[in-house]
């Protein structure tokens, strides 16, 4: 499994209900159901995950994340996730506030537009970025709203969303000391859990 | 060996499982019924395909649809062409596989295939039953097709599969029988049906009652039937399995002739078309049951009996779900479909729910479509190897 969905993982206790949005191959919602008895859903729209997830006997619904998720009832799962689906999504304000209203936590990750890396590509070549985590050209990239680990947290704290934990990582998965300190510069992958 | 088979013989093809023989049982312990009368005794005449493993732990029941019955896959003797309504997706390798599951297919009580039904003789008159045959509803169908699992000794269905109609069962089966199933296949159903859905089927009935061949009902006794009645139920209901987007591209405003007559006989080929499937449907159906399984899913909606909440009602339910619809179906339409599927979330149940991109309509659930046979051949494998590995079997626990 990959070292994001085992940190996530981590941080979802035993017996928990979940929402997965963008649930993949189901990998994360297997997990979970087997070694901590969760009780979930994933959402997903591409019909080979659809078909991984049946054959693994995980619970998941077509439903696209554009269209809200105004078929869940407030507070109905502990925790709602997306991994790396943010900057995909049409309204990632929207989609944060769904999470928050249907979750009582929700844990999020996201590729840092800010890593220095992404910032000299950028800054040096004058072009848009592509590297292993944003390995897309401009002209066919789903990622359309690419962010900052400043620009979420800025958003967090107007929209009164409280950061309950944060894990910034780099492309191997591995938290080193530069990414604890410039989580902004040094970190490729930002992971959260935050509440409101 | 079947060496003198010709190799295009589709009876015989691999895939398919052969030819079949329907068989009846006769049921002598009544059965009481919604409306609130009683069967006092009756047949149900059922097809099965694939081995009852030792301990019956992979049967399937298959329901059918509105004009469905018995015969859902392969030939009834080497001279059939077509094969059984639902041969797209039972066999050895496919969807629902026979070589793992034994597959049961029956036709509902009330039917014309050899269940007994309206055209049935009636034990106390010695007539045809007609039209003083008890009006069914999906609940009594249910409780007919849990006996029908008593006598075969299934104790619990690996899985109760149905479409539309079929699905429906399919549902009623998870909320009156939760400990006889381990899963529910519901595809492109509804959890009752809407104002238009009646209306739909009220132009079909009216369309047979005021044929004047229908005699109340008692067509038999005159030896006639509601032949244009039939048609014209037929051609009404045949516009809303297909879609407008499947209608333009299999017939267009193509011509039969090439060009207008202007007059009333068929012209465009989707009259032929029309014209031909109801006439085939009315020489092959009874009007009575047909009158009969379009008030049974009109009477269909499980909420009633708890306070008009899905939710509740699907609070019953222990089983697992896969839920499908088809994009172009306005029939039963995908939204229906995610009504179940949300009122299975609300209720915390286990559910898994493909909306199958198609412009073939309602009709889809019956074809072959690559994406709808993928997905759902993906769930039921997870279903057979869970009968393999002996995930739900209660008894082999309790035994244990």
């Known amino acids: ?196 | 060996m079947p060496q003198q088979i010709p190799d295009d013989a589709p009876w015989s093809a691999e895939d398919s499982v052969g030819l079949v023989e329907p068989k009846t049982l006769q049921f002598d312990t009544a059965l009481e019924l919604e409306c609130g009368r009683t069967l006092t005794s009756y047949e149900l005449v059922y097809e099965t395909y694939g081995t009852l493993n030792s301990n019956a732990s992979n049967a399937v029941l298959i329901c059918h649809a509105l004009s469905g019955h018995h015969h859902a896959a392969g030939y009834t003797s080497k001279s059939d062409k077509r094969p059984g309504w639902w041969d797209a997706c039972i066999g050895p390798g496919k969807v629902i596989d026979t070589n793992r599951f034994f597959v049961v297919s029956l036709n509902n009580l009330g039917g014309c295939h050899g269940s007994t039904g309206p055209a049935s003789i009636n034990p106390e008159s010695g007539q045809p039953w007609g039209p003083d045959f008890p009006m069914m509803t999906v609940k009594d169908w249910v409780n007919s097709q849990a006996r029908l699992a008593d006598v075969l000794g299934i104790s619990r269905w690996a899985a109760v599969i149905g479409g539309s109609m079929g699905g429906m069962q399919a549902l009623q089966w998870s909320i009156d029988y939760p400990d006889r199933l381990s899963h529910a296949v519901v595809i492109a159903a509804a959890p009752k049906l809407s104002a238009q859905n009646i209306a739909f089927n009220e132009v079909a009935r009216q369309s047979i009652l005021t044929d004047p061949n229908f005699h109340g009902g008692r067509y038999y006794l005159h030896d006639t039937y509601p032949r244009q009645g039939l048609i014209l139920a037929r051609m009404v209901g045949h516009i809303t399995y297909l879609s407008d987007d499947a209608m333009r591209m299999k017939f267009g405003r193509d011509l039969r002739a090439g060009r207008f007559h202007f007059g009333f006989d068929v012209e465009f080929q989707v009259e032929s078309y029309l014209r031909h499937q109801g006439e085939v449907f009315s020489r092959n159906f009874d009007a009575n049951t047909y009158l009969l399984m379009t008030k049974a899913l009109d009477y269909f909606d499980p909420a009633r009996e708890f306070d008009n909440s899905l939710e509740t009602a699907l609070a019953k339910p222990e089983c697992k779900f896969l839920v499908m619809s088809f994009t172009s179906d306005w029939r039963f339409a995908p939204e229906r479909s995610r009504e179940i599927v949300n009122g299975l979330v609300h209720a915390g149940r286990d559910v898994s729910y493909a909306e199958i991109d198609t412009p073939k309509g309602h009709d889809a659930f019956l074809l072959d479509i690559p994406e709808y046979t993928k997905l759902f051949g993906a769930y039921m494998h997870r279903v057979a190897n869970e009968v393999e590995n002996g995930v739900n079997n209660v008894e082999a626990g309790n035994h244990a």
């Open chain 1, 1 to 196: 499994m990959r070292d994001d969905l085992q940190l996530i993982s981590d941080w979802i206790p035993a017996d928990a209900s979940l929402l997965d949005l963008g649930c993949g191959d189901g990998t994360l919602l297997a997990h979970l159901q087997h070694h901590k008895q969760i009780r979930g859903y994933g959402l997903e729209i591409n019909q080979d995950n659809l078909a991984a997830c049946f054959e693994k006997g995980v619970n998941v619904l077509e439903q696209d994340l554009d269209e809200g998720l105004g078929n869940f009832q407030n507070h109905r799962f502990d925790y709602v996730v997306m991994t790396q689906a943010l900057q995909a999504v049409l309204r990632p304000d929207q989609i944060l506030n769904e999470m928050l209203r249907v979750g009582r936590e929700a844990i999020i990750t996201f590729p840092n537009f800010g890593h220095w890396r992404v910032r000299a590509y950028l800054g040096l070549k004058g072009r848009m970025p592509v590297s292993s985590t944003l390995p897309y050209e401009w002209y066919n990239t789903p990622n359309i709203h690419l962010c900052t680990v400043q620009d979420f947290e800025t958003h967090c704290r107007k929209s009164n969303i409280r950061i309950l934990e944060r894990q910034v990582i780099n492309r191997r998965h591995r938290s080193g000391l530069l990414a604890r300190l410039w989580p902004n510069l040094f970190g490729e992958i930002a992971i959260y859990r935050v509440t409101v």
